[in-house]
T-cell receptor, first 112, second 115 residues
């Protein structure tokens, strides 16, 4: 069974530029999550989708971050414009059973 | 507010030693869930276990065991006879009992098992 796919694995941008991350969840998983993991910290939930509807985006900085889940499958997370403090690993996860998340390898963002 | 505390930032042991990773949580909910995830150097978090607040029975899975104590709001994780492959960052997480299962992660404990 294929796991959660994410791209790109690494991205370096200047502050105020934009970036987009893509995620393809495990087939059949209705719930998709985007987490932000800053170095030395635990993952923090940015947004949770159930199929293509948003369940929770309370911690998403909506002035610069946006996310969508196309047709309830793939998802894209965008940051525009990026700030230095956005440097982190962006983790995508999906689940079939509540709480049992399957994570991708993450997309590491460095903002200079 | 919900909170998870993993006070041990880093633990170093020699192979075959037993090691316990501590997790203390805070929540006002009566129904909640606790989790442990492993993050190896590759970066991909791996689900280890889920327990609900009504089940305080300890669980053992091979060399792994978990001790859930509501009286002390703790959900500790023990690795018996540690191996080098156990080296990773381990996260404890908490979610409330509603349908969203929003996970709140602790800051993690980095375990280094030396040969």
């Amino acid at each position: 069974e294929a796991g959660v796919a994410q791209s790109p694995r690494y991205k370096i941008i200047e502050k105020r530029q934009s970036v987009a991350f893509w995620c393809n969840p495990i087939s059949g998983h209705a719930t998709l999550y985007w987490y932000q993991q800053i170095l030395g910290q635990g993952p923090k939930l940015l947004i949770q989708f159930q199929n293509n509807g948003v369940v929770d985006d309370s911690q998403l900085p909506k002035d610069r971050f946006s996310a969508e889940r196309l047709k309830g499958v793939d998802s894209t997370l965008k940051i525009q414009p990026a700030k230095l403090e956005d440097s982190a690993v962006y983790l995508c996860a999906s689940s079939l059973i509540p709480g049992e998340l399957f994570f991708g390898e993450g997309s590491r963002l460095t903002v200079l | 507010a919900q909170k998870v505390t993993q006070a041990q930032t880093e633990i170093s042991v020699v192979e075959k030693e037993d090691v316990t990773l501590d997790c203390v949580y805070e929540t006002r909910d009566t129904t909640y869930y606790l989790f442990w995830y492993k993050q190896p150097p590759s970066g991909e978090l791996v689900f280890l276990i889920r327990r609900n607040s009504f089940d305080e029975q300890n669980e053992i899975s091979g060399r792994y065991s978990w001790n859930f104590q509501k009286s002390t709001s703790s959900f500790n994780f023990t690795i018996t006879a540690s191996q080098v492959v156990d080296s990773a960052v381990y996260f404890c997480a908490l979610s409330d009992g509603d349908s969203s299962y929003k996970l709140i992660f602790g800051s993690g404990t980095r375990l280094l098992v030396r040969p």
